[in-house]
């Protein structure tokens, strides 16, 4: 048996350990990808009937098993209960969705340029499809790309975070129980070595995670030639107009930045205010955060987070800047912080270019929508932003002129529809989107078919 083995510990209880596994290494993750491999076949082989229906029994058992998927996630990745069950309906939800595709179109058919026949476009899937996740979305983030992977025809292997192989070992037995076929889905736990021999060997890698690990991971895969998406870090933006309700626009951005402690990729990590809306935004901003209580933004993921974070802060404080409210550790188990607003920060600092991942942002005044799009648009990390106004005009040029990947008008930054595509822009993703259409798209390849009649013997 392998000598390294890898644990998970409840983030709000460290002394609880949630789960534990032997470090496979990467001998037995290209064993894996071989038996996906020779699986895949008859995957596919089982048709859009058979596949559509296998998709639909993975739902129902998610489904079945909600509240104790719900619980998991709570104990091993600290998500809020709330927030936990979302996840977990959205799981569902994604499954349900993607046992519609295998009946979805798979081509085109097209004149010849001259003479009779037909021309056909048919996508066809590669392979084994290795999928690398985080931990902060353990069954969303795996299933919105193992579903539309499946549906079109692949086998997956799928690389968890370490920090949620409970969950994920969770997912892959209730797949396994729903039916389908030895080998056509296998959680594999494991961390950078099997990360890294997973991309070595799959047809086609998808990757979600931090920017450093995915730059990496869509490096090997372009050098071996294979089609490559990731989702990266964010650092997102809300941009608030001085004709805002600014009660309800709080209220937003409190839940972005401080909901499941800042820990989504779409999290607001930047609050832009346009010249009016400074004061009235700081101050209820300020209050709404204060309010914001343990069950709605629960721990960070582990110490390290935690001190990385307040330490930033004390940095910034040092160098001049204002705390507004939090920068504090409450007294308490886990790893707790209080929701932070910080404003002044000088400008070399690392809260205004480095992901933290916790329930922090830092205010920022403009003077106008220019000064506010060149803000939110200063930095290469452009996942999601979101846009506070009342003025239809204002909204549209924001919608236009924000680098991001999605843009949400009155809505808070996070916040993903599991049927449409998913992605950041420039630095925050790499490739095709996921979700949706996009999704079967990018599991796919294109090839041509030329029918042409035999004629006469
Ligand atoms: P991470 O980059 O540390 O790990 C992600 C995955 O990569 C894990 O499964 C890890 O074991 C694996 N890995 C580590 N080193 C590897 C290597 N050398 N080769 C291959 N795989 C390797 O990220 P995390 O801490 O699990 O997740 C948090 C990050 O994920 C944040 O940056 C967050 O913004 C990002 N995220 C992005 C999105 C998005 O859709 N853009 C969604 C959720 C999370």
């Known amino acids: 048996m392998p000598a390294v ?7 709000a209880d460290p002394a609880d350990l949630v789960a534990e596994a032997p ?21 596919l082989a089982a048709g859009a009937g058979g596949r559509s229906a296998a998709l639909t029994r993975i739902a129902e058992a998610i489904e079945t098993h909600a509240e104790e998927l719900a619980e998991l996630v709570v104990r091993e990745v600290g998500k809020p209960i709330a927030e936990a069950r979302g996840e977990v309906a959205r799981t569902v939800a994604i499954w349900r969705y993607n046992a519609q595709a295998p009946f979805e179109a798979s081509g085109e058919v097209h004149e010849t340029a001259a003479g009779p026949g037909l021309l056909l476009t048919r996508r066809r899937p590669y392979g084994v499809a290795g999928l690398i996740t985080p931990w902060n979305f353990p069954l969303a983030i795996p299933s919105w790309k193992a579903a539309p992977a499946l549906a079109v025809g692949n086998a997956v292997v ?19 129980g729903a039916g389908l076929p030895a080998d056509v889905l296998t959680v594999l736990p494991g961390g950078a070595a099997e990360g890294t021999a997973l991309v070595g060997a799959a047809d086609v890698v998808s990757f979600t995670g931090s920017t450093g690990v995915g730059r990496q991971v869509v490096r090997t895969a372009t050098e071996r030639g294979i089609p490559v998406q990731a989702e990266l870090g964010g650092l997102n933006a809300a941009v608030v107009l001085p004709d805002a309700d600014f009660d309800q626009a709080a209220a937003h951005l409190a839940g972005a930045i401080a909901g499941y402690a800042g820990q989504k990729c779409t999290a607001t990590s930047r609050v832009v205010a346009v010249g009016a809306a400074y004061e009235p935004l700081r101050e209820a901003l300020v209050k709404a955060l204060a309010a914001v209580d343990g069950t709605a933004c629960g721990p960070v993921i582990n110490e390290a987070t935690r001190d990385g974070i307040t330490a930033a802060v004390d940095s910034a404080r040092e160098a001049g800047a204002e705390v507004l409210t939090g920068g504090t550790v409450p007294e308490r188990d886990g790893w707790w912080l209080a929701p932070t ?26 003077a106008g929508l220019d000064e506010a799009v060149a803000i939110a648009n200063d930095t290469p990390y452009t996942l999601s932003a979101s846009v506070h106004t009342r003025n239809l005009d204002a909204a549209l040029t924001a919608a236009d002129r924000l680098d991001a990947g999605m843009i949400r008008v009155n809505a808070p930054s996070s916040g993903v529809d599991f049927h449409l595509p998913f992605g950041g822009a420039k630095g925050a993703g790499h490739g095709a989107r996921e979700q949706g259409r996009a999704a079967l798209d990018f599991y796919t390849q294109s090839r041509t078919i030329s029918l042409l009649p035999a004629g006469d013997a």
């Open 5 to 11: 083995t890898i644990r998970s510990y409840n983030p």
């Open 23 to 43: 470090r496979p290494g990467a001998e037995a993750v290209l064993a894996t990808v071989d038996r996906a491999r020779t699986a895949q076949a008859g995957w």
């Open 158 to 176: 799928l690389k968890p975070s370490s920090e949620a192989i409970g969950v994920a070992r969770r997912l892959g037995e209730l797949i396994a």
């Open 341 to 366: 607003l910080v404003t002044g920060v000088p400008a070399e600092h690392p809260l205004h270019r480095e992901e933290f991942f916790g329930p922090i942002a830092v205010l920022y005044a403009a």
